[in-house]
């Protein structure tokens, strides 16, 4: 059986349905007047106002998400502990052009300095530079511990956003069954 549609007037005005709950009157924003301003949300953490719609704080250095429960970047860097905050550090300076450009000028520097083309220090290490080898090893071990323990967190975030998902996606299979099951007892209720 088909359900009736009713066709409306298209050229007025839509009617608001004004929310009768106090949850749904949170959520109604249709009633904000231009005359007045609307209502401000303070941040929890610095204090700073935002608009009611949004959904972390403005404030740059904050940057706090301002919804009923935890954020999951939230939870994961109080969960964080030293070596990780510095492993990322770390990564982070590794993967900027800046490491490269300190790298280049470290060995023209090492270099000019150990074949005598700079007389300004007595030369340390000779050509084949062993020194130098020695040293870039040990940075490279670091550097590999490093990017290891920031993969790995990387991978705790990617498995406790999945995990984050699956939940969203089942309750919201839930809710849309729900919502089926409603029409269809509202339809068959009608014929």
């Given amino acids: 059986m088909a359900a009736k549609i009713e066709v409306t007037d298209l050229t007025r005005e839509p009617q608001v349905a004004r929310a009768t709950s106090p ?3 949170r ?4 009633d904000v007047s231009a005359d007045r301003a609307p209502a401000t949300l303070a941040c929890p953490s610095c204090g700073d106002e935002n608009p009611v719609q949004a959904v972390f704080c403005a404030n740059p250095a904050c940057h706090k998400a ?3 429960f935890r954020y ?3 939870e994961l860097l109080e969960q964080t502990r030293w070596h990780e905050t510095l492993a990322e550090r770390a990564t982070s300076f590794i993967g900027k052009p800046h490491f490269v450009v300190a790298h280049v000028l470290l060995f023209a520097a090492w270099v000019g300095v150990n074949t005598g083309l700079v007389a300004l220090v007595r030369a340390f290490d000779v050509y084949p530079f062993g020194l130098l080898g020695i040293l870039l090893a040990v940075e490279a071990i670091f550097i590999t511990g490093f990017l290891l323990i920031s993969q790995n967190r990387q991978n ?3 498995d406790k956003r999945a995990e984050l998902d699956y939940e969203v996606n089942v309750r919201t299979y839930r809710e849309i069954h729900e ?3 409603m029409l269809q007892a509202t339809l068959n209720g009608r014929n």
């Fill in 23 to 25: 949850a749904a009157a």
């Fill in 27 to 30: 959520c109604d924003l249709s």
């Fill in 66 to 68: 301002l919804g009923e």
């Fill in 72 to 74: 999951v970047r939230e």
């Fill in 156 to 158: 705790v975030h990617a």
């Fill in 179 to 181: 919502i089926k099951a």
